[in-house]
């Protein structure tokens, strides 16, 4: 009777909704207050400032261990410098083509602070999208990283089955630029074929891999355990779970990890411009 009352006019939250219920998912209600401190905090303003706050204060140095602390003072005095002639196969300007792929693996996905839909930029024509690549390489190649695109919009969602009065029970969805987004796959793709076509990747490494997903390991922990019950043995597993994992990753350190990769010229220094200076 629902799928048959379905007309192109339905909202998609209409929807979800009744696929919540099939699934039996309780309903995520709406945001009402955040306590802090004992006290309640209604007005929206005060709210979105201390869910800000929240997010700031969980992606800052500050939860890093005293001993690691000094590490990174340490280390961060030298500057990981990029230098090159930019003759490697991944410096060079990129082509229409690369540009179209981007755009056909792009979601249908929210805008960000540029109000930059990704339906107008695959449905640009041949000129525009031309004009599009010069703009591209000319970022590519000056390693000017336009401003607004450090900018996103985020939008806190609550996680489930958590108090929702707690700002740290919440999940930050980051919508940033389609077009930084877009300019991102292309050096992205170019990032992944260095390190398959290298080698430069661990072999057990199953995550954020083309043709491989993180079902391969529990594929591999099955083969484990049942080739212990065949041989009447036991298997040990131990899980690690990094609490706050992405927002307290160090940066200096990743782009050490580019230099220690011998990877020199537009690409890394592309990926350092996107790293610094964000906002939200």
Known sequence: SFCSSLTSKTKPKTVWKAIRKIKGKKSTSSLGHLKVNGKLLTDKKQIANLLASTISKNSSSQHYSPK?????????????????????????????????????????????????????????????????LTVFNSIWESGIFPPSWREATIVAIPKPGKDSSDPNNY??????????????????????????????????????????????????????????????EHVLAIFFDLEKAYDTTWKHGILSDLYDLDFRGHLPTFIDRFLSHRLF
């Open 68 to 132: 690691f602390q000094a590490i990174k003072k340490q280390h961060e005095k030298k500057p990981v410098k990029f230098t090159s002639d930019n003759t490697e196969d991944y410096n060079q300007p990129f082509s229409l083509l690369e540009l179209k792929q981007a755009l056909q693996k792009s979601n249908d996905s929210a805008v960000g602070p540029d109000d930059i839909h990704y339906r107008l930029l695959t449905n640009l024509p041949e000129s525009s999208l031309t004009l599009l």
């Open 171 to 232: 999940r930050p969805i980051a919508l940033t630029s389609c077009l930084c987004k877009t300019m991102e796959r292309m050096v992205n793709n170019r990032l992944m074929w260095v390190l398959e076509s290298k080698g430069l990747l661990a072999s057990e490494q199953c995550g954020f891999r083309k043709n491989r997903s993180t079902v391969d390991h529990l594929v591999r922990f099955d083969s484990y355990i049942r080739n212990a019950f065949a041989k009447k």
